[in-house]
């Protein structure tokens, strides 16, 4: 799934590039315009400039600013496309789509070794993945010992990996089609509910957190 980068149109309810963006998605036109009233709402908690900074992504996903958190850094650096620094509608709509019930498994495959390819190596790394999930055990307010996680660690490569000590992709997808748990929070079920309803649509999101 790819992403748009242009700036120089940004698409407001009605309008030719909103259906030009749900022709490339899960969502509908309506519910691309759906969407643009939320990222409306996110792009303009610090600065009102219609494009979401690292600061306002964060803000969104775990109502916290000052502290900063290696898994929505993470996260940003995957919706920001272009690489830029900021989040315009485009790479918003088509990174959220990922998420959606109706999104293809291998661009959820995909999306999700990005996510642990803190490199950009191509491969995925046993400190990456103990970087992450000691990132998302922070998040939570969980505790696992070290050695704990360690054991994960090292029996998800003893099974994913062949022989290298490294995940490449095409072992990491057999290994999620093996376990499809691995991407069970790659599913967001309000996605498919998505109206022109935004005040009860922003509500649910916030409940349940972006």
Known sequence: MGCFASKSSRPVAGCEDSKVIASDTPFSVKEVEALYELFKKISSLIIKDELINKDEFQLAMFRKQNERNFFADRLFDLFDCNCDGVIDFEEFVHSLGVFHPNAQFESKVAFTFKLHDLRNSGYI??????????????????????????????????????????????????????????????????????????????????????
């Open 125 to 210: 790394e046993q400190n990456e993945v103990k970087q992450m999930v000691f990132s998302l055990l922070h998040e939570s307010d969980l505790e696992l010992p070290e050695d704990v996680v360690e054991l994960i660690v090292e029996k998800t490569f003893s099974e994913a990996a062949k022989g290298n000590g490294q995940i490449n992709f095409d072992e990491w997808k057999e290994f999620v089609t093996k376990n499809p748990s691995l991407i069970k929070n790659m599913d967001l079920p309000y996605l498919k509910e998505i109206t022109l309803s935004f005040p009860s649509f922003s509500i649910k999101v916030e409940h349940q957190n972006i």
